[in-house]
């Protein structure tokens, strides 16, 4: 689209063609400007192409295309095609070059496998996909049929929100430090119980604790830590499951129960709170009526560092 300038009547009551359009003044006379065919078919030609471009099958009997057709985005939007690490991008209304700042919205064609994907939009030729912070995604996590808005950064096409990987392990956007899973041996009904032998699932802890046996998790590292403990038990003789979080060995900071006289039960304690370097942290239950024959696997204990 060009900036169609005024076709002046000569004279100097008009400035001999000004360069903005005027109307005719009544008062003294002077003559209005106006555009030659040309202008009036380019303003034709560029609204007609955004109506077009939006879905609408122009219609002359309709007065709000060009409102419909920017309401539709269908020019922002596209359903990828291609491979799971090889997408091909076409949306309705061709893009005509990479530039910084254009926004897309994209369709996943599969789940990717590799940490490698790569994005032809239009084809303008392959861009990496990447994440927020610029680095890869990890395998898995573009899911197939999953809508992703993407913004140009000059280099890269980058994913606006957050991919699994961010995700996982987090409380709030904050990294879990740490998660030890327990396998709790029989246990005799009436006997608080630590957790016996323990197997670690992820301990990033670094220098701000680190577990133990019997569960036990030492805090190396002082500040505002969020915790969260949880045990099932399938055993339908016990009458009562009981949980608590207690701290340097002493009283529970957190504690539940399930008193329901049968079926498998299942029990969750979680807490946040200002702890000093060296304090400890260590589940412990208690159960009533339960039979020494069943087991007690399903243990989950985790912590985070929040500040």
Known sequence: MKRWEPIAYPGPDNGFGAATHRNFDQGTGARGSWLDAAGYQNIMDELCALAEAGGQV??????????????????????????ANAWTVAPSLAVPAYALGRVLWIKAPATNTSTTVNVNVSTLGSRRLKQRDGTDPAIGDLIINNWYPTIDDGTNIVVLTPLRSEMVNTFRGIPISAISAFGIGSVT??????????????????????????????????????STCTIETDDPNASLLWLRLGQNGGNPIAWTQDNSTTGAKRVSVTHIGSFSPGDTLQPLFYIVSGSASYTYPKWLFAAAKLR
Do not use: H, R
Not at 58 to 83: E, H, M, P, R, Y
Not at 194 to 211: C, R
Not at 218 to 223: A, E, H, M, P
């Open 58 to 83: 122009l219609d002359g009997a309709k007065a709000n295309q060009i409102a419909l057709a920017v309401q539709s985005g269908k020019s922002t939007f596209a359903i990828a095609t291609g491979t």
């Open 189 to 226: 009904s009436g006997i608080v119980t630590t957790p016996g032998g323990y197997t670690t699932v992820a301990n990033d802890l670094g220098s701000d604790g680190s577990f133990s046996g019997g569960g036990i998790l030492t805090l190396t590292s002082g500040g505002v830590w969020i």
